[in-house]
């Protein structure tokens, strides 16, 4: 994807998949270390034998469209090229990267092209404490975020759309996110602290070039600094704690609790 779009985000990036990462990885680790979201690589063009699918990916937002609406059911997926591996991570925040960075992280650069593939994020989470929250966050190309199956967030490049699903932003965003101008703020969802709830989060490139991806949260009644321009300085969505030298978001607040 053209980098004209985002190029105002350039973040640095910290993935930690112990208590502090020692090496941070844009996409996750291979090792789970301590509780951590787990990342699986999916190729849209091609089936798992690796012939190619109808289109080579056409319908790369169409399948995307309907794994949503279907419930993110797995099943939807299995036709498709599935990297061996997965990734462990526990914060979703890439920077600004060649497309070809998610296929070399899952190894399989040498298999996949890189356009039309998708990672799928997913686990158990809680807040830090009782309240009302929203995520807020953006991708080139697509990003989406679902609480227990339901669609909280879609954070897409404008070109990728899911007109099954018809989700719309919220009607009440907050001030530009200092982190990504182009942030969209998700529905408000009522969490416990001692209630996990499933969270799945997709991220994907559709034509190849440049990719990124950022995902933060708000909690509502909760007052956050904002910068000399006005935009408002979010905390990174984590669930281990991994402090970063970076004024665009905070990373110096509690993390959400990751179940095994």
Known sequence: MSSSLFLSLALSLGVACSARAEEPGAFGRTDR???ALVGIFYDLKQTQQRTPVPGEGRDYAKCIDEFLVGGLDETLFNRFFRAGLPLYTTQVATGRLSAEAAPKAFGVEGVVK???WVVHYKGQVAPPGDGVYRFVG???DMMAVAVNRR?????????????LLAWTPAADPGPKAAAHTGAIYGDWVELRESQPVDIDILVGER???VFNAVLLYQKKGETYPLNNKGEIILPLFQVAPFTMSE???LTDRPAWRCVE
Do not use: E, Q, S, Y
């Not at 669609?151 to 007109?163: D, E, I, Q, Y």
């Open 114 to 116: 890189p356009r039309n």
């Open 33 to 35: 270390g301590t509780a």
């Open 138 to 140: 953006i991708a080139d």
């Open 151 to 163: 669609v909280v967030l879609v954070g897409n490049h404008p070109a990728t759309k899911f007109p």
């Open 207 to 209: 034509p190849g070039g």
């Open 247 to 249: 004024t665009r978001f």
